[in-house]
């Protein structure tokens, strides 16, 4: 979704969307539209700056990364 490099599914993080807030989901079993993205800041980053999320959950409005933001940094200072 960020940088949009095609990966093997199981080198991806699964993401969904909460009450707004999107969220980790590394069993791929919660409900709803998932969307995936590299374990890397820097891809996160740039699906921030494309707008990625909005089109990607097909959903119009802000969403939440605050948490997943806190995820990818505490990975990127752990590793």
Same mark, same amino acid.
């Given at each position: 979704m960020g940088c949009r490099v095609r990966t093997?599914?199981? *080198?991806?993080?699964? #993401?969904?969307?909460?009450?707004?807030?999107?969220? #980790? *989901?590394?069993?791929?079993? #919660?409900?709803?539209r998932g969307a995936s993205l590299h374990p890397d800041l820097a891809c996160l980053e740039l699906a921030e700056r494309r707008r990625a999320f909005s089109r990607a959950f097909r959903l119009s409005g802000p #969403? *939440?990364?605050?948490?997943?933001?806190?995820?990818?940094?505490?990975?990127?200072d752990g590793s």
């Open positions: 093997a599914k199981s *080198d991806l993080l699964r #993401l969904v969307v909460i009450e707004g807030s999107i969220v #980790l *989901d590394p069993h791929g079993r #919660l409900p709803g #969403l *939440d990364i605050s948490a997943l933001r806190q995820w990818f940094e505490a990975e990127q």
